[in-house]
């Protein structure tokens, strides 16, 4: 569950970061206020944190993320 939580996240952050290098548009931004408002900064810790535990899935076993996305 954490690991496809994560994944969510990267996804959203990695959509967000297209958005502003092809049309200089953050979308967090815009929607919750800009990006010194509190929602946004939480939304962007959020983000960093879920690409953090994504990199651990480049650094186990075959079997322990197959054993983990089947629960």
Same mark, same amino acid.
């Given at each position: 569950?954490?690991?496809?939580?994560?994944?969510?996240?990267?996804?959203?952050?990695?959509?967000?970061?297209?958005?502003? *290098? #092809?049309?200089?548009?953050?979308?967090?931004?815009?929607?919750? =206020?800009?990006?010194?408002?509190? @929602?946004? /900064?939480?939304?962007?810790?959020?983000?960093?944190?879920? *690409? #953090?535990?994504?990199?651990?899935?480049?650094?186990?076993?075959? =079997?322990?993320?197959?054993?983990? @996305?089947? /629960?």
């Amino acid at each position: 569950m954490l690991d496809k939580t994560a994944l969510v996240l990267t996804i959203i952050g990695a959509l967000n970061w297209g958005s502003i *290098g #092809l049309f200089r548009f953050d979308i967090v931004a815009w929607l919750f =206020g800009g990006q010194t408002a509190v @929602i946004s /900064r939480i939304v962007y810790t959020l983000v960093a944190l879920a *690409g #953090l535990w994504c990199l651990s899935l480049l650094f186990r076993h075959d =079997g322990d993320v197959v054993e983990n @996305i089947e /629960r």
